[in-house]
């Protein structure tokens, strides 16, 4: 194999979670009266962690927040009371993941989203036994794109970086893979901003099931 390792992104890569996302915001903005951010709205904000996210929707209805780590708080109260309600697995994401798994690709997710609703969504989804190991937004006390969300993943696993593939959906998934040495894959359903074509990588895919021959799974 020409891979020992494949790293997952979560959000907009794996799963379609902007429905939830979309949900848990718009209530806190409503406490705040603030107007509903659009699906299409919030696919946009979502990838720097809940923070940034709350922060963006909070801007977007020009609405000043007093305490920003209260709104934030109160974010992660309705989302993880139901983190899955709406959120469901990429069309061939379960099929490709066991493929890959059989073929003996050690695999893990690499995400912005807190460990915990991470897991629970992997785990509701019936995904989670596909993966060794899950690193969230709040494991380190830093995120993607910091690099060393890469390099502390590869240094666990015994895996020099040409050996390991990131997959993901952004720009921020690019900029870690990239910092970290590491090749990418851009999955193109996903969250990104901009447009497929300006995110460097290794391939652009437009189905995960794309995948499999990409990394040689059977």
Known sequence: MKYDLLIFDLDGTLVDSAPDLQAAVNRVLAEHEGAPLSLTQIRSMIGDGAAQLVSRAFAARS??????????????????????ANTVLYEGVSDTLQAMRATGFAMAVCTNKPANPAQVIL??????????????????????????????????????????LMVGDSEVDAATAHTAGVPFALMTYGYRRGAAADIPCLAALDHFSDLAPLVGAR
């Open 63 to 84: 609405i000043r927040l007093e305490d920003p780590k209260a709104a934030l708080q109160r974010f992660f109260t309705l989302y993880e009371a139901d983190p899955t």
């Open 123 to 164: 785990r509701r989804l019936h995904i989670a036994d596909q993966f060794s190991q899950v690193v969230g937004g709040d494991t380190h006390a830093f995120r993607k794109p910091d690099p060393r969300m890469l390099t502390i993943l590869l240094g666990e696993f015994g895996v020099d970086t040409d050996k390991a």
